[in-house]
């Protein structure tokens, strides 16, 4: 059991970092916590009970780099947090033997996503990522109407998603504040982790009253996670991570072909 716990706070120092700077960590945790044996209900429960810290560890070092802006996220924190408390209740409303094909279906769907998804331009005009862009900046974006009113939709809907599964909200949310509200990558990036903390917290809330979180795993992955979240934020702060994005891709792969080859054979 030792050395199942050492290698999942590895992994969860791992998860912390990539999740910081791409999203995604959830790719690695959730599966090594299915592969160590824990059923599914409890992974995804556990797989929360550490993630939390990571995304709080991230939020701080963007909020204390001035990349996390008040407005949205008096919105966008607590349309998350709800939207992941109702996604956690499904799940628990769901019968635990469908659980497990659902999540390897679902991590098979998050994994092409982020293998696949729209790669954002950086913008070149070197403008802060919280400040006006310059004329010339690749980046161009039509302002959205009731930029509030898509942020709580946005929120809550990934939270929904994260209350009931998890790997790859951090993604969807970076590709959603881009793609819609028209972020630069590394504001977008920062902005994700007030998102996710909130569903993170409140999915730790309702597992952890349920009784299903396995906390002599989950606080030793924490430790490793609120650190990587802490080294990730700060490495993306300057440069982003295609390479990591792609070391986690065949992770994924890996561990997703392990969890199939399992189901497969009974």
Excluded: C
């Excluded at 408390?85 to 996503?113: I, T």
């Excluded at 909200?169 to 977008?188: C, M, Q, Y």
């Excluded at 998102?195 to 030793?220: D, E, H, K």
């Amino acid at each position: 059991m030792t050395a199942t716990i050492a290698a999942l706070v590895a992994v969860a120092f791992a998860a912390g970092l990539v999740d910081a700077i791409a999203g995604g960590g959830g790719l690695l945790t959730l599966p090594a916590l299915l592969t160590a044996g824990l059923a599914p209900q409890a992974a995804l429960a556990t797989n929360k009970g550490q993630s939390v810290f990571g995304s709080f560890a991230a939020l701080l070092r963007y909020a204390r780099g001035g990349l996390v802006a008040r407005e949205r996220a008096q919105v966008a924190f607590p349309a998350g947090f709800v939207g992941s408390l109702l996604g956690g209740l499904l799940l628990l409303a769901l019968d635990p033997k469908v659980l497990k094909p659902l999540v390897l279906v679902l991590l098979v769907g998050a994994g092409l996503f982020v293998a696949f998804r729209p790669q954002p331009r950086r913008a070149t005009s070197g403008a802060s990522p919280t400040g006006p862009r310059e004329a010339g900046s690749e980046t161009q974006h039509a302002p959205v109407k009731r930029p509030a009113l898509v942020t709580a939709l946005i929120a809550s809907g990934i939270g929904f998603y994260d209350g009931f599964f998890g790997p790859g909200t951090g993604t969807f949310l970076i590709v959603a504040f881009v793609a819609v509200l028209g972020d630069e990558l590394t504001r977008a990036t920062a902005e994700a982790k007030v998102v996710n903390f909130a569903s993170n917290l409140a999915a730790v809330t309702l597992f952890g009253l349920r009784g299903l979180i396995v906390w002599q795993i989950a606080l030793p992955m924490a430790a490793a996670q609120f650190v990587g979240g802490l080294v990730g934020a700060q490495l993306a702060m300057k440069s982003g991570g295609p390479l990591i994005r792609r070391m986690v891709l065949l992770v994924v792969v890996a561990l997703v072909a392990k969890l199939g080859w399992d189901l497969l054979h009974g």
